[in-house]
């Protein structure tokens, strides 16, 4: 393993990344609430955690990744006040809450898939741990840290008072972390700020499962705490979210889960700032309308080139998205693209790169370990393909494919497709071409040239080499 540094939210420093048993990285995401689409907002958080695994596994992590899906509990305030989201949805539309959740699920990983995002070694679905999260909650009971009511059983806050308990991560006191909520003291609950841990006695609520308090449902944020107990551990090394979750969300997910295992729960928390609307508010649901990456496809935008528009700012910045700068992005994109495809057999062959190319991968690992410095890693990136051009040296295959290991265009996989679509009778005659250019015969190269034309190929020359493609069809 080599050294890696990471903001860490606890301690509001770069700190050294130190894991609790090396070379495994635990690493738990807070994930989609499943009763409307996810939009580039939440994109963006899901690209962050991407690119931090991908990077930790450059630097010799075995990560293990666990994403959560809520399709209960998430009412429609962060408090315990409202209707269930997806309960919501599912009486609007006239559905099941299990068929708007499966919807949603299905959208939400098809998006993932596009923007090339790996899938967590488990998605783990709230509706599929109510046993772990009852277990949990009763150990917070026999801790003394929550008490059961007509209308639920609440995590007692006042008991989880104290220079290292609630407000540590967020550093505000209850009332700044609930300001602009409205907090319902018309329950039974000793203190405003307490939080549902189950609620009991809601009749009208459609999911619901027996407990020893009573029938009910949990509340929103002990899924978490429950979840990355059971697969990961009572202590994980890494706990990822947008900046939003910080208080609330993630103050009561450390609440329950120290209060029920006595150990830390968290070593490093990382956020992830917003991607904001073109008027500079945050991209969010309750807006009403929001981006998707459908939107980027029927603009004629691939949605890698939202993911490498992404990489192209730093995470804990804020974003601003518009279509126009996510085409700006595609040019970037398609630079990569031409390189790989024009590249070559015997470069994209050879056994091993130009020795001037690990400078490069050297500074693009070195970037990332800098609190994931993703602007410098792809300035570096398109730095080593610009050097190739320079030096008319195209022996970085090796290097280019280890830097999108975390860059995630899938040059590899977008080459061997492309070349798929030829005969060999056409990739024969664009060797012989790059080889005729290469010395200087110009009255070879053109002959080859309208040869692959015959063929029934658009020929274009870059500075990589020659550039083949069906007519009239796109590559990409
Ligand atoms: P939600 O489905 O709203 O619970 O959000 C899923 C994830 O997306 C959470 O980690 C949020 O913090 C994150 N998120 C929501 N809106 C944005 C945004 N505009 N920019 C970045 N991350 C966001
Ligand atoms: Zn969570």
Redesign the pocket.
């Known amino acids: 393993m080599k050294p890696f540094q990471i903001f860490n939210t606890l301690t509001r420093k770069v700190e050294e990344f130190i894991p609790l048993n090396p070379p495994l990285a635990t690493m738990y995401s807070?994930?989609?609430?499943v009763y409307l689409p996810?939009h580039l907002?939440?994109m963006?958080?899901y690209l962050f955690v991407d690119t931090l695994k991908r990077a930790m596994r450059l630097h010799g992590y075995d990560v293990r990744h666990v994403m959560n899906i809520?399709d209960v509990g998430h009412m429609t305030s962060d408090e315990d006040e409202g209707e269930d989201k997806i309960e919501k949805t599912a009486r609007a539309q006239g559905k099941s809450p299990l068929e708007i959740a499966n919807f949603y699920i299905a959208q939400f990983q098809r998006d993932l898939a596009a923007l090339n995002i790996e899938p967590p070694m488990n998605y783990t679905r709230a509706t599929d741990h109510i046993g772990d999260m009852i277990v949990l909650i009763q150990r917070i009971i026999d801790h003394g840290y929550a008490y059961v009511t007509n209308s639920g059983v609440y995590f007692e806050v006042e008991k989880w008072r104290g220079p290292d308990r609630i407000g540590r991560l967020s550093r505000q006191s209850l009332d700044e972390q609930h300001a602009g909520q409205r907090l319902d003291h018309s329950t039974d609950k000793k203190n405003p700020h307490d939080f549902a841990l189950w609620v009991l006695n809601q009749p009208s609520h459609i999911m619901q499962w027996e407990s020893p308090w009573g029938r009910g449902y949990p509340g929103w944020h002990i899924e978490c705490s429950a979840m990355s107990i059971r697969y990961l551990g009572e202590t994980i090394d890494l706990h990822t979210?947008?900046?939003?979750?910080i208080p609330i969300h993630h103050e009561n997910e450390i609440a329950q889960s120290e209060s029920a295992t006595g150990h830390p729960f968290v070593r490093y928390f990382v956020h992830?700032?917003?991607?904001l609307g073109m008027e500079g508010a945050?991209?969010?649901?309750s807006a009403g309308k929001f981006p998707l990456v459908d939107d980027l496809t029927a603009a004629g935008i691939d949605p890698l080139a939202f993911r490498l528009f992404c990489f192209g700012a730093k995470y804990r910045s804020e974003l601003a998205f518009s279509l126009e700068s996510a085409r700006g992005a595609q040019k970037n994109l398609e630079y990569f693209w031409e390189f790989a495809y024009a590249l070559p057999d015997d470069a994209a062959a050879a056994a091993a790169d130009s020795d001037w190319a690990l400078d490069y991968e050297r500074n693009f690992a070195a970037a990332l370990a800098d609190d994931l410095n993703t602007p410098r890693a792809l300035a570096v990136a398109l730095d080593l393909v610009g050097e190739a051009y320079r030096r008319q040296d195209r022996k970085i295959w090796h290097s280019l494919r280890r830097l999108d290991s975390v860059l995630g265009l899938g040059l590899e996989e977008r080459r061997l497709a492309a070349q798929a679509q030829f005969p060999e009778t056409v990739r024969k005659l664009r060797s012989e071409r790059d080889a005729a250019r290469a010395a200087k015969d110009f009255q070879r190269s053109d002959e080859l040239r309208l040869r692959i034309i015959a063929e029934g190929y658009e020929v274009k020359d870059t500075p990589g080499g020659t550039l083949i493609s069906p007519r009239r069809a796109s590559l990409s």
Request: hydrophobic share 25%; net charge positive; aromatic share 4%.
């Open positions: 807070c994930g989609p609430t996810q907002g939440n963006r958080a809520t979210g947008g900046l939003d979750h992830n700032a917003f991607l945050k991209i969010s649901k």
